[in-house]
């Protein structure tokens, strides 16, 4: 999952170590002793119908921003974290914590969110 691109519709394979990547940012943290190569050729696999296809980079025209299987439009623009540069993450990785722990709802938190639940009623 790239925590870059939040609306990423494909995966890119990298021509260098042949892994699948969202951006080029996920390659460069988990690939970190090499750079992205630089290719002309991509190849995508489209998240939505799972298959893969290549395109032509330098080629590459609106008409080719589809998934030729399933017309998934993958050029997006980009939805980014907001607010990445300013709270570095933090009240980030807390937020999505609580929503996590919202959603679940284990036992163990269950009794935090009660004393949580009472702390609110008594205002
Ligand atoms: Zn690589
Ligand atoms: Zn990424
Ligand atoms: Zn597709």
Same mark, same amino acid.
């Given at each position: 999952?790239?925590?870059?691109?939040?609306?990423?519709?494909?995966?890119?394979?990298?021509?260098?170590?042949?892994?699948?990547? *969202?951006? +080029?940012?996920?390659?460069?943290?988990?690939?970190?002793?090499?750079? /992205?190569?630089?290719?002309? #050729?991509?190849?995508?696999?489209?998240?939505?119908? $799972? $298959?893969?296809?290549? $395109?032509? @980079?330098? #080629?590459?025209?609106?008409? *080719? #921003?589809?998934?030729?299987?399933?017309?998934?439009?993958?050029? /997006?623009? +980009?939805?980014?974290?907001?607010?990445? /540069?300013? @709270?570095?993450? =933090? *009240?980030?990785?807390?937020?999505?914590?609580?929503?996590? *722990? =919202?959603? @679940?709802?284990? $036992? #163990?938190? +269950?009794?935090?969110?009660?004393?949580?639940? =009472?702390? @609110?009623? /008594?205002?």
């Amino acid at each position: 999952m790239c925590k870059h691109i939040l609306n990423a519709q494909v995966s890119i394979r990298s021509p260098c170590c042949r892994q699948w990547f *969202d951006c +080029a940012l996920c390659h460069a943290e988990n690939q970190p002793s090499h750079p /992205l190569q630089p290719t002309t #050729e991509m190849v995508f696999a489209c998240k939505k119908c $799972k $298959k893969c296809f290549r $395109k032509q @980079v330098a #080629e590459m025209e609106d008409a *080719d #921003e589809y998934c030729p299987h399933c017309d998934n439009h993958f050029v /997006l623009e +980009a939805v980014e974290p907001k607010a990445r /540069l300013e @709270v570095e993450g =933090e *009240d980030v990785r807390r937020d999505a914590r609580m929503l996590r *722990d =919202e959603r @679940v709802k284990g $036992k #163990e938190m +269950a009794s935090v969110w009660e004393d949580e639940g =009472e702390a @609110v009623r /008594l205002g």
